[in-house]
């Protein structure tokens, strides 16, 4: 940790919206709620991703593992060529250097948090196939 012991209490709603609308990178929006340049932290970095109805996040991977908690909505989550649905409540492992994506096959929204075991969000590099 950096410095002392301390609390941090963040909102989506106090964060930019970050996005991706590109064929290569997904129809996808973001808000990072912990990561070392935005807040006095050093060990993770997590965030709201919000895919729309339609939406997708296409395979990519990352050296870092990261976990997801579905927020919002149901969609099918692809790890490594194997397809599984995911809903509202599920809690999922990807391994690092999983390719992986994720597509919102419902009528609503699909709110998932993000976790990476990486102080700096921007540390983690995206890797998309071609």
């Known amino acids: ?3 002392e012991t301390q609390l941090i209490i963040t909102r989506a709603e106090e964060r930019p919206q970050e996005a991706w609308d590109d064929p290569a990178k997904g129809s996808v929006a973001w808000h990072t709620l912990i990561s070392a340049e935005i807040t006095p932290t050093d060990s993770l970095s997590a965030g709201i991703a919000i895919l729309p109805p339609g939406g ?3 395979p990519h991977r990352h050296a870092e593992a990261e976990l997801y908690l579905i927020l919002e909505g149901s969609g099918v989550l692809t790890v490594d060529g194997a397809e599984s ?3 509202k ?3 999922i492992f990807i391994p690092g250097n999983a390719w992986h994506s994720l597509r919102n096959e419902g009528d609503a929204e699909l709110r998932l948090f993000y976790v990476f075991p990486t102080g700096r969000f921007s540390d983690v590099v995206y890797e998309f196939p071609g």
Do not use: E, K, R
Request: glycine content about 16%; cysteine-free; aromatic content about 0%.
């Open 1 to 3: 940790m950096i410095g």
């Open 85 to 87: 649905p995911v809903v």
């Open 56 to 58: 997708t996040n296409p």
């Open 89 to 91: 409540g599920a809690t």
